[in-house]
């Protein structure tokens, strides 16, 4: 059965797709996090700072243009012309994020929100936005311009997968340079050169502004990424009638960050480029640690995530192969330790757009309709006198986003599938145990149980059954499922490591591409060897071999290598890889050669 247009609108299946959206995102990120230092070297080797930066305003240029000070004027217009799908100039692009970036190179690691109840009216904290832009615009509908009436907290993951991230995160800088002490942007996990270039999470960054600044998109994705490393790790907001002191970081904490060493002897501007995976440096673990962990919750009597098994203490992150998850001790510890009323944190989606995971934890996430999901998007709202935060949840859906739902739903489906048929083996021996007729076919029942505990409890029973149908072939008046259809070759999806493959050389592609043009010339040829030979000691011969690099790889003859050709040519050379290994077994007879196929 396929996903139907009535069927995805159904509230138990949204429910469930949410809990899929969960699952696959965590999974990338931990593809993400397991490929990092093979992706940092190819980083390190191809993007260097790039030579094509605008020295002008085009002289073409229609939109709108910006003073040399920062006033909520232009912020209007600016905010009014991306509304209107223009392009801001390059040019003032870059001035925007170099302007910023300076001056958040002279914050501290933990910045200092003191709400006066004098002169201040209150606070916004803004969860994760990932590039979308009709919530940021609903915000400011609703709030005002960030630090114009209320004082505003980015908690980070301002961008990627979203539409208009260039637009987004322009238009959050912009406030910050009206209203540098009324504007507070924490670092987030996807603040990161290696995750804004990571095809798992398209459209990345990197795209973005390739597509947005065509030529000049790699000069303005390197300034973003340096700005993104003098970002603060954390915020502390408190009121100054001291009603209350939260600490605000985007992942977490564990039970053994150190506050006093995060704030004095911490070199953040250090990891800029850089993956940090499982780091045994303390300034590396802190900035893991507060980035990228999560806290041990309960739903519905269940421990999440499972490896936990308990709600209380502190854990490598296994979930995500980073960070740490901790318990409400820890919380509870962390914030008598260091006078917190509590921690607010984002990094995971919520159905609601918030949720309370322990007494004195709360998950804050600002993007609605995620990835396609059916969540709500919502902030925080502190005022002075107050001692407890109020929360605002919406949805924004303008116009007729149904058939990006369903194209987002049927990714989901896709992707969830390919994960349960990476686990075949071990699910076709429990399968067969209940198969008592030996047809292929066990109760519904038994199969989203056997499937669940695959998963590790992370989805239930109850949304595995509501989207069964658009997994594998049922039988729905004897309330069975046929297990095999899974897996059956007419139902595969293409294997996670032969995606792995094919996305890691399409990113190398686009790294390549310095121009955004589709495709590899001669000139960006001899810089990609020109990149190797200075970064990695080799000796090519950067006019001969470039010639050579084209030629191999150029079937059409037309002096271009475009991405399809790319793509062939590391095909073939993966076959040619595998049957010389084969030549070399003993045992060759016996082996599969495995084509990765387009």
Same mark, same amino acid.
């Given at each position: 059965m396929s996903l139907s247009m009535e069927r995805m609108n159904d509230a138990e299946i949204n429910e469930a797709l949410s809990k899929v959206l969960d699952i696959v995102e965590t999974e990338q990120e931990r593809e993400f996090v397991s490929n990092a230092e093979l992706f940092d070297q190819l980083i390190k080797a191809f993007s260097l700072e790039s030579n094509l930066v605008p020295t002008s305003i085009a002289k073409d240029y229609v939109g709108v243009h910006l003073g040399i000070l920062y006033e909520d004027n232009d912020f209007n217009l600016l905010l009014k012309s991306f509304k209107n799908n223009q392009k801001l100039d390059p040019f003032y692009a870059l001035k925007i994020i170099n302007d910023a970036r300076d001056k958040f190179r002279k914050l501290a690691n933990i910045n200092e929100c003191v709400i006066d109840e004098f002169s201040d009216k209150g606070c916004i904290v803004v969860g994760d936005l990932h590039g979308n832009f009709n919530d940021l615009c609903h915000l400011i509908e609703k709030y005002?311009?960030?630090?114009?009436?209320?004082?505003?907290?980015?908690? @980070?993951?301002?961008? *990627?997968?979203?539409?208009?991230q260039v637009e987004v995160l322009l238009t959050i800088l912009y406030s910050f340079l009206v209203r540098p002490d009324q504007v507070f942007i924490n670092r @987030?996990?996807?603040? *990161?050169?290696?995750?804004?270039?990571?095809?798992?999470?398209?459209?990345?960054?990197?795209?973005?502004?390739?597509?947005?600044?065509?030529k000049y998109g790699q000069a303005v994705f390197e300034s973003v990424n340096g700005l993104f490393a003098t970002l603060p790790l954390a915020t502390t907001l408190e009121s100054k009638s001291g009603n209350y002191r939260y600490f605000v970081v985007h992942g977490g904490i564990s039970d053994t960050l150190d506050l006093d060493f995060v704030y004095s002897k911490l070199d953040r501007f250090r990891f800029d480029s850089i993956s940090l995976v499982r780091p045994k440096q303390k300034d590396a673990k802190a900035v893991t640690e507060m980035l990228w962990s999560d806290p041990i919750r309960v739903e519905d009597g269940v421990v999440y995530p499972q490896q936990a098994k308990k709600s209380t203490g502190c854990y490598f992150n296994k979930h995500r192969n980073i960070g740490c998850i901790f318990g409400s001790d820890v919380t509870e510890k962390f914030c008598k330790k260091y006078c917190y009323n509590g921690i607010i944190r984002s990094h995971e989606v919520r159905s609601r757009g918030f949720s309370e995971d322990h007494t004195r934890c709360f998950t804050i996430f600002s993007a609605s309709y995620y990835c396609g999901a059916d969540n709500y998007g919502s902030v925080f709202k502190f005022v002075p006198k107050d001692t407890c935060f109020e929360v605002y949840t919406y949805k924004n859906l303008p116009g007729d986003l149904s058939s990006l739902i369903f194209e987002r739903n049927t990714f989901l489906l896709k992707h969830f599938k390919s994960m349960i048929q990476a686990k075949e083996k071990f699910l076709m021996s429990r399968f067969k145990v209940f198969d008592f007729k030996n047809n292929g076919t066990i109760p519904t029942d038994i199969w989203a149980d056997i499937v669940s505990k695959a998963f590790n409890s992370e989805i239930?029973?109850?949304?595995?059954?509501?989207?069964?149908?658009?997994?594998?072939?049922?039988e729905t008046n004897l309330d069975c499922v046929n297990y095999t259809s899974l897996f059956g070759k007419s139902n595969r999806v293409r294997s996670r490591e032969e995606k792995q493959f094919l996305d890691l050389v399409?990113?190398?592609?686009?790294?390549?591409?310095?121009n955004n043009d589709k495709k590899i010339s001669v000139t960006e040829a001899k810089h990609a060897l020109d990149m190797v030979n200075r970064k990695l000691g080799t000796n090519f011969l950067?006019?001969?071999?470039?010639f050579s690099f084209i030629k191999q790889?150029?079937?059409?003859?037309?002096?271009?290598?475009d991405l399809d050709e790319f793509m062939q040519a590391f095909i073939e050379s993966e076959y040619k890889r595998n049957e010389y290994d084969l030549l070399d077994s003993d045992d060759s007879d016996d082996s599969d050669v495995q084509i990765f196929k387009l």
């Open positions: 005002g311009i960030p630090g114009a009436h209320y004082k505003f907290i980015f908690n @980070g993951d301002i961008v *990627d997968r979203g539409a208009k @987030g996990n996807h603040e *990161d050169i290696s995750m804004n270039s990571s095809r798992l999470f398209e459209p990345n960054f990197l795209t973005s502004c390739k597509n947005c600044y065509s239930s029973t109850r949304h595995l059954k509501s989207i069964k149908d658009f997994l594998c072939e049922c399409t990113s190398l592609f686009e790294i390549l591409d310095r950067v006019q001969h071999d470039c790889m150029d079937k059409n003859g037309d002096n271009h290598v």
